[in-house]
């Protein structure tokens, strides 16, 4: 059971103002709930420069008519089987394709397969989203 | 079939080296894939910018024990249900899921869905990242 | 004269040590100034895509021996007088300059003088600082 | 005397087509240019994330009323004396200073630098914007 706890913050009342506006414009229910969000955020920023286990996405973009393009990026996810936890292809339209990679590891190795997959021949794009594992959050 | 063409770019010996290095290191088979991924990168910003139509993946992580949280997500995505193509869960650990949604349409439109979806009471951490239809790619 | 407010924030015991110990790292003085200061960088990250007035810092990298170059930028500059508030020039080495240049207005003229100076020949490097007038701050 | 060397790039014309419409946007005088300065973006990025010296400036903004804030940042500045090369205040209204601090040293220690003048009381706002020192430029 996780335990709550609860603190103050003093600021100009013209700010909160101004952070209420934009709070309620992105529909957020709560203003606790925002605060903590930048809070989370803070902290996600700080387990990809600093942790030891981060979970994340890598979109790429592709055409797969690239010759042998499909199998060269299945060879290097299988390198990386180990930090993959899912993947999920996309057909865009009759030639691009979208596929989402699923990771979870050390940062450092991450980035290397986000890396690899966007300097492979054929990929159009590639961009790591650098998420969570959820565990300090 | 799609025409390719050839530039040429003039730079210092010195610059030319140390970009080749970097490049090297990320494994990159060409200079010239190398920066035409640059090119590309810097389209895909402007697409987010001035574009009529982008794709992209929304990261979210979560506690599935947050009162009906799996239904307030999947409400609004069904407000959303014609820019998304796809959506994918993985169970991160006892607690904390992951999950994936992939989306295409209006820059401002993706941003909206993903703002709600952080904004949503039990959602400890939303990401939007901004990828292509690779039309123009 | 400024009137403060006071408002609290619930959230998880665990959440919050790992923001202590990251603020504590940053030196904060207290935990509230840490909060405030995400906020505030919220909200200025609103005023560069929402508002009527920011400010910022304009630095540029170049190597003052480019042929008329001085001129050029100093050309460029008094064509957007009325946002530059100031600008200072160090001497890197015997080639290079960095200049930093001080500017007020709205965020589409601060982006499009960024812009120019970027592509002006000689100039190696240009990178907008968005900053804000601290009014609402 | 620099030696000016010369490399051709394969792309589809459609992209190029499109990468010349945003080069011409933003007054690119010419395309080498425009991907010179692509390249140079990517190599200050790597510069900052495993150089040895970089150069870069530091832009707050804070309410000069503060108590004993002048004084505060003017000790902090002294004591990284040896990364700092100038400072610049401008004065944004009654209440309102931006100062502009141009550093030059070793990452880690420039970051911390503006960490530190970040978290000082009284500090509105603080951005470290990384530049270069042009060397390998």
């Known amino acids: 059971m996780k335990s709550i706890v609860r603190f103050s913050v003093s600021l100009e009342k013209q700010l909160l103002q101004e952070f209420d506006r934009h709070t309620r414009l992105e529909k957020y229910p709560t ?5 903590v969000d930048l809070i989370r955020e803070k902290l996600v920023r700080k387990e ?3 942790g030891t286990e981060v979970a994340g996405t890598i979109t790429l973009v592709y055409d ?14 299988h390198d990386f ?18 596929e989402v990679v699923v990771v979870r590891g050390v940062p450092g ?15 159009k794009f590639a961009n790591l989203s650098m998420a969570t594992t959820g565990k300090i959050l």
Do not use: F, P
């Not at 797969?64 to 996810?77: A, D, F, N, P, V």
């Not at 996309?90 to 394709?97: A, Q, S």
């Open 31 to 35: 203003r606790s709930k925002a605060v």
């Open 64 to 77: 797969h008519h690239g010759s042998k393009l499909m199998e060269t990026l299945t060879c290097i996810q």
């Open 109 to 123: 190795e991450v980035k290397r397969l986000s890396d690899l997959l966007r300097a492979t021949k054929g990929v």
């Open 48 to 50: 990809w420069e600093h």
């Open 81 to 98: 089987h180990h930090i993959i936890l899912a993947s999920q292809h996309i057909h865009l339209d009759h030639n691009n394709c979208l």
